[in-house]
């Protein structure tokens, strides 16, 4: 039986009937918790609470939503005037989550949340659409699993289930290690394909401590238990970085273990990170200052910033400093006279480091000025 289909199957079990054993304690905030029916609540089987990290107004996609809990919290996080998308593979659970919802908005007085069936390493392609199409047009013959194929490509092209640069938030929680190993590097292709520029996820899942060997991955129960297909904390995370994200942050590190099995320590974590490195390097003689506590950092574009020296950056660059995740960390400096974005040159990446104060205020800058009112006891005259 492939890791997939043993995963399946034990979440449609477990969309049945509560099971102890996928169940890893969570403090959600007990005020969203309210207005959820208990059938959703009792068939918790996440290992964190990525929707601490979302905003009103926001879209939000849950991958792997189960019965929907972290959907309906979030629909409450966003308002009326956000929307959560929940996509899972077991009918089960999304019988169950599309039952609940109507009864969720009802309460909340407004309806932002819906769930679709796809894999989540395949945010693209619609399983209802294609099964629909192939009860329509049923495939027999040789060439019957080509011709699927080619009927997913197209329906991945025109209705994809997630699209291009939709999504504010990626949440998931306590899913990725489900999907198989061969597709998890696709799977992180995926949630960045879906963000908009500017966009971030936010993932919960169970990460070991040392790789976990094969004998352990080969076990379906181990591993649809959420155990062995988890990545170490490292590979979790470098995985972020090589699908093209930055500002990469465990924003959450349970201590304690859930589990430990034959000596391998199996934890939760929470990880946050944005898309939008990507793009135009222009000059407008901008400046940043790295302010500490370390002696120097190296950011994800390789960019390295020594403590207290005001550093020359790209106009692309100097956003993101200006924004979360780094803005705490850096003082910006725009220059005297600013220089229009259509008016930008190419960055010079080979430019000294250092951005000389000559350059922010300007050569010809000679002003003598008065004291300023630091002494004022912030009074101003
Ligand atoms: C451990 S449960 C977590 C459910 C939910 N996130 C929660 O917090 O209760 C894993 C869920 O992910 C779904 N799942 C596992 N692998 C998947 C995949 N490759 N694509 C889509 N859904 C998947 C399962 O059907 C199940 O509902």
Redesign the pocket.
């Known amino acids: 039986m492939t890791t997939?289909i043993s995963?399946?199957e034990r979440?449609a079990n477990?969309?049945a009937r509560a099971e102890a054993a996928?169940c890893c304690p969570v403090d959600y905030d007990p005020q969203y918790l309210k207005v959820i029916p208990s059938e959703v609540i009792e068939?918790?089987?996440?290992c964190g609470d990525p929707s601490r990290w979302v905003q009103a107004g926001e879209t939000v996609l849950?991958?792997?939503?189960?019965?929907g809990?972290?959907c309906f919290i979030a629909s409450q996080v966003v308002g009326a005037t956000g929307r959560v998308i929940g996509?899972?593979?077991?009918d089960e659970?999304l019988e169950v989550a599309r039952r609940n919802a109507p009864l969720v908005a009802g309460r909340i007085g407004y309806g932002n949340v819906e769930f679709r069936k796809?894999?989540?390493?395949d945010l693209a392609l619609n399983l209802e659409l294609l099964d629909e199409r192939l009860r329509r047009e049923p495939l027999a013959g040789a060439n019957a699993w080509l011709e699927a194929e080619h009927l997913a490509d197209q329906l991945r092209r025109e209705q994809p289930l997630v699209a291009d640069n939709s999504v504010d938030v990626v949440v998931?929680?306590?899913?990725l290690n489900?999907?198989d190993p061969v597709?998890k590097e696709k799977l992180f292709q995926e949630i960045f394909r879906v963000l908009r520029l500017g966009g971030r996820a936010v993932i919960s899942d169970i990460v070991s401590d040392e790789p976990v060997p094969e004998a352990m991955q080969r076990d379906p129960e181990l591993w649809s238990g959420?155990i062995s297909g988890a990545l170490t904390e490292t590979e979790f995370l470098a995985a972020f970085e090589k699908a093209g994200f930055y500002g990469i942050e465990l924003v959450k590190r349970d201590a304690r273990p859930w589990r430990t099995v034959k000596g391998f320590e199996f934890r939760s974590i929470t990880v946050r990170a944005f898309k939008g490195k990507q793009g135009a390097c222009l000059e407008r003689n901008q400046g940043v200052i790295y302010k500490g506590p370390f002696k120097e950092v190296l950011d994800d574009d390789g960019h390295r910033l020594r403590r207290g020296v005001r550093t020359a950056v790209c106009d692309k660059t100097f956003s993101l400093y200006a924004n979360a995740p780094y803005r705490d960390h850096f003082e910006v400096v725009e220059p005297l006279t600013p220089v229009p974005l259509e008016k930008a040159k190419p960055f010079d990446c080979h430019r000294p480091a250092r951005r000389a104060p000559s350059e922010t205020k300007g050569q010809g800058y000679r002003a003598t000025t008065d004291a300023s009112q630091c002494c004022d006891s912030g009074v101003s005259r």
């Not at 849950?62 to 019965?67: F, I, K, Q, V």
């Not at 996509?87 to 077991?90: G, Q, R």
């Not at 796809?118 to 390493?121: E, F, L, P």
Request: aromatic share 6%; charged share 20%; glycine share 12%.
């Open positions: 997939e995963v399946r979440y477990a969309a996928l068939r918790d089987y996440g849950d991958l792997g939503s189960g019965t809990k972290i996509v899972d593979m077991t659970m796809g894999r989540i390493q998931s929680n306590c899913v489900l999907v597709s959420c």
